[in-house]
């Protein structure tokens, strides 16, 4: 099984500032299918990026996802008020199963 | 629109059994995988299962292995998770999805 860590596991920013969140696999990623979601309290996660860097349909572009193999990462490049949320990659290549990171949350400071 | 509704949560006690089900609309059902994800009060994602769209292939995470059983009838663009032996840490609420659609999840309490 793939174990997927996030860091850090807070991050606390101010609207209009630059969030990094990292997602680090304990093996590598089948062809870097590594997605990440945005989960708002109360809603379902929304897919945000897929194959580690493709975004989805009606995600603003200052999302931007990157890397391969074992680690990527996902740029918020201005946080914008409806970004603060809890964010979580997920690998789903190869055989199952396909496991989430425990999430980063993302915070006003 | 695709939509994906779930149904059939609710309260059942530890050793209890329970049927999840997604109501699918906005898409042909038929061509597409489908998956089951969970959240416990407070916590993570968890993925637990998954189906090829024919229904020929099931896949299932450690934790829920020999309780439940994913199907589908693609005739009622239906998914469903039928749980067995039900455990209090089975609590969660149960998302289906097909990326990039979800549910709104339907919660599953399970306590005595």
């Known amino acids: 099984e793939i174990v997927l860590t996030q860091s850090p596991g807070t991050l606390s920013l101010s609207p209009g500032e630059r969030a990094t969140l990292f997602c680090r696999a304990s093996q590598s990623v089948s062809n870097n299918y590594l997605a990440w979601y945005q989960q708002i309290p109360g809603q379902a996660p929304r897919l945000l990026i897929s194959g580690a860097s493709s975004r989805a349909t009606g995600i603003p572009d200052r999302f931007s996802g990157s890397g391969s193999g074992t680690d990527f990462t996902l740029t918020i490049s201005r946080l914008e008020p409806e970004d603060f949320a809890v964010y979580y990659c997920?690998?789903?290549?190869?055989?199952?199963?396909?496991?989430f990171g425990q999430g980063t949350k993302v915070e006003i400071k | 629109e695709v939509q994906l509704v779930e149904s059939g949560g609710g309260l059942v006690q530890p050793g209890g059994s329970l049927r999840l089900s997604c109501t699918a609309s906005?898409?042909?059902?038929?061509?597409?995988?489908m998956t089951w994800v969970r959240q416990a009060p407070g916590e993570g994602l968890e993925w637990i299962s998954s189906?090829?769209?024919?229904?020929?292939?099931?896949y299932y995470a450690d934790s829920v292995k020999g309780r439940f059983t994913i199907s589908r009838d693609n005739a009622k663009n239906s998914l469903y998770l039928h749980m067995n032996s039900l455990r209090v840490e089975d609590t969660a609420v149960y998302y289906c999805?097909?990326?990039?659609?979800w549910g709104q999840g339907t919660l599953v309490t399970v306590s005595s």
């Open positions: 999805a097909n990326n990039p659609h």
């Open positions: 189906i090829s769209s024919s229904g020929g292939a099931m």
């Open positions: 997920q690998q789903y290549g190869g055989s199952p199963p396909w496991t």
């Open positions: 906005g898409f042909t059902f038929s061509d597409y995988s």
